[in-house]
């Protein structure tokens, strides 16, 4: 079975017009979510800038809100925004 990462997860989300349950619960979860597909869960711990680690956190957040809420445009840009 394919592993399914964020971005396909978005583009189906986007076919059928909202998140499934199971991407709503992957977002919950920093080994889950988007931002935890970009980093390791470790590298996450160890950032010492304070400013990055918080919009980090943030993006999470948002990012995860946005899929619980089935906000599909707004989901998709902050994971173009955790990705950078």
Do not use: P
Not at 14 to 36: I, L, Q
Not at 47 to 56: G, K, L, S
């Amino acid at each position: 079975m394919e592993k399914l990462n964020w971005k396909k997860r978005i583009e189906m989300a986007k076919k059928r017009g909202f998140f499934s349950y199971d991407d709503k619960e992957k977002s919950r979860h920093w080994n889950t979510c988007a931002v935890g597909e970009q980093f390791n869960i470790e590298d996450i711990e160890y950032i010492t800038n304070e400013y990055y680690e918080y919009d980090i956190e943030r993006l999470g957040l948002d990012f995860w809100i946005f899929v619980k809420n089935d906000q599909l445009s707004e989901a998709e840009n902050c994971f173009k925004k955790i990705k950078k």
